[in-house]
């Protein structure tokens, strides 16, 4: 089976797991309703069977309850989606996806520090593996 992106709202539910480790269908339902989301207890209950099928989670039964955790990386995760954007989006250009990124939202001088801080670490990685 081929790696699956997740979804806007299956990134969200994500999220939640990545952030508590474990949760049960209310929990989730909870914390995303605690983020403003409108959706009934039941839909996140789909999501997350979907999610199992995709192998974007797993699961335990702890009595009556399923608790559902990551099955996927977080880093991993977003290293695929920042990958799929930029070859989508920007034709594999790294510089015309950081150029929109700017554009949609101007980095804070700290940002910017650390912008310069990972291109020095990338730079160095670059020179040493040659």
Not at 67 to 84: D, M, P
Request: with cysteine.
């Amino acid at each position: 089976m081929s790696e699956q992106l997740p979804t806007d709202r299956e990134l969200q539910i994500l999220g939640v797991l990545w952030a508590r480790g474990e949760c049960t269908v209310r929990e989730v339902y909870e914390e995303l309703r605690g983020q403003g989301e409108a959706l009934a207890q039941n839909t996140v209950q789909a999501f997350l069977r979907l999610m199992t099928e995709k192998q974007l989670v797993t699961y335990r039964q702890q009595g009556r309850a399923f608790v559902y955790r990551a099955a996927v990386a977080q880093k991993r995760t977003r290293g695929q989606l920042v990958s799929s954007l930029v070859q989508r989006a920007f034709d594999g250009a790294v510089d015309a996806m950081v150029q929109s990124a700017f554009d949609a939202k101007p980095p804070s001088e700290a940002e910017l520090q650390r912008l310069e801080e990972l291109l020095m670490q990338h730079r160095a990685g670059k020179k040493k593996s040659r």
